[in-house]
Nanobody
């Protein structure tokens, strides 16, 4: 069982930056993959970025070069640095952990980009 709590969202102007955090209730060393997803109003949830236990990362094409996922194993926390924000990045951002064949989700944090 893993509980995830996201934070760091907010209202930001286009071109601005935020750092989203995802704090896990247990050590993330053994969690196979952790990912950030987002869901905009009226749209399907989409994967934004992922990071494996070995540190390999992948990104959606729409955020490559602007978003960076990282992990701090000592703090059991995964981060998503979001830069050069665009209006279309407005969404609820969710953290997810994939562990022992199950997936666990946080409650989400709202990111709103004003144009």
């Amino acid at each position: 069982q893993v509980q995830l709590v996201e934070s760091g969202g907010g209202l930001v102007q286009a071109g601005g930056s935020l750092r989203l955090s995802c704090a896990a209730s247990k050590s993330i060393n053994s969690i196979d993959v952790m990912k950030w997803f987002r869901q905009a109003p009226g749209k399907q949830r989409e994967m934004v970025a992922g990071i494996t236990s070995g540190g390999s990362t992948n990104y959606a094409d729409s955020v490559k070069g602007r978003f960076t996922i990282s992990r701090d194993n000592a703090k059991n926390t995964v981060y998503l640095q979001v830069n050069s924000l665009k209006f279309e990045d407005t969404a609820v951002y969710y953290c997810a952990a994939f562990y022992w064949g199950r997936d666990y989700w946080g409650q989400g944090t709202q990111v709103t980009v004003s144009s």
